[in-house]
């Protein structure tokens, strides 16, 4: 068995690939990855609604930067 990987979001060429997979009666599965871990995604959306409701600390060269993190 041979895997071949297509990278492309034009529609037009996956849909040409898929057509033509079929038309050669080649069996084939479709999967969209996602190039981020989910949780990551999440944390960055969190971290960022958190710069917007203003919940941010400033930090000032020479202070050390563990006295700035919550550890609650």
Known sequence: MT??????EKE??????KALLREFKVAFEEKEEKPYDPEFVAMIKESEQQI???KTVKYEPGTNLWDLVDTK
């Open 3 to 8: 895997t071949l990987t297509i990278k492309t």
């Open 52 to 54: 917007k409701e203003g």
């Open 12 to 17: 037009e060429v996956i849909a040409a690939v």
